[in-house]
């Protein structure tokens, strides 16, 4: 008897669990065109903004990881208590999406304005924004799994890694930016993207992934602990900037193996070669990847 019932609670923990996820993915259109401003059936149907459905599918992807974090873990007592704590650290994800959108759109691309520019379908910039959503959306799922805790001082421990992250992005996004200027004598990686180099922004993609699958990898090679959380979570940012340097190296040695011979920064910068951006992008986030799971 007590073994039906336990099975029965089970399914109930994971059906709450599923309808909340699968109704905030549902969701998830109308509140990014709420968040933009426009009528999403418009952007997608009528004027056939490829950047706005770029950014829809990276947004939904990034909910999707931020979903897949508050649904880990032990099941709470009660179905009550695991919806409340589900829908608990979905809205939480939600709202620290957004605020990441905005840090990216204000601080870390600041030349430009990538919410103006998705929305006169710059595909660049819509993969740019993507690219963003999809980072901190596994940053957050990283954090979560990390803490496991449902607390308020878990939730509170969850935001503090996100905004810390935020560094590590920036970096990133600086490190290329200086490595564009360098390449073409103070011209503005930037200022590329907004023009629509669509080469750059999927390259610039790969980074980004590689950066925040960094950020996962610190988090195998620190213990979570809720005293001197302070102390903790600046050594996880410096072990998360070390282990992306890593990463890059590594990335940049594995290009030179793959893409031997071909001209990497003509074929991108200049020529606005897809698939040669395709390639080393995706070196980039295999690199990462394999460095977390390792170290993860």
């Not at 599923?18 to 149907?45: F, H, K, P, S």
């Not at 829809?56 to 909910?63: E, P």
């Not at 490190?175 to 023009?195: D, S």
């Not at 071909?262 to 074929?267: D, K, S, W």
Request: aromatic share 8%; proline share 0%.
């Amino acid at each position: 008897m007590n073994d039906d019932f336990s099975l029965w609670a089970t399914i109930g923990i994971l059906s709450v669990d599923l309808l909340i996820a699968v109704g905030a993915i549902c969701a998830l259109r109308y509140l990014q065109g709420l968040l933009a401003g426009v009528d999403t059936t418009t952007e997608l149907a009528a004027r056939d903004n490829y950047a706005f459905g770029i950014s829809i599918a990276g947004g939904t992807l990034a909910l999707a990881l931020v979903l897949a974090g508050a649904v880990s873990g032990e099941a709470s007592d009660g179905l009550l208590a695991e919806a409340w704590n589900v829908a608990a650290y979905a809205i939480v994800g939600i709202v620290l999406l957004k605020v990441g959108t905005v840090i990216n759109d204000q601080v870390i691309f600041h030349q430009f304005s990538l919410k103006q520019q998705v929305h006169e379908n710059n595909i660049a910039a819509g993969i740019v924004q993507a690219a963003n959503l999809i980072a901190l959306g596994l940053i957050i799922n990283t954090a979560t799994y990390w803490v496991e805790s449902d607390s308020w001082l878990g939730t509170f421990s969850v935001i503090l890694i996100f905004f810390a992250a935020q560094v590590v992005l920036l970096a990133v996004t600086w490190l290329r930016g200086r490595i564009y200027e360098k390449r073409h004598k103070g011209e503005r990686l930037q200022i590329a993207l907004e023009k629509g180099n669509s080469a750059l922004a999927i390259r610039y993609m790969g980074h980004l992934l590689s950066a925040a699958f960094g950020v996962k990898a610190a988090s195998g090679l620190l213990a979570y602990q809720s005293f001197g959380l302070t102390g903790l979570i600046f050594n996880w940012l410096f072990v998360a900037l070390v282990i992306t340097a890593v990463i890059s190296g590594l990335a940049a040695l594995a290009r030179r193996a793959v893409l031997h011979n071909i001209n990497v920064v003509e074929e991108v910068d200049e020529q606005q070669n897809i698939g040669v951006a395709s390639i080393e992008a995706t070196l980039f986030i295999a690199i990462g990847l394999i460095v977390s799971s390792l170290l993860g």
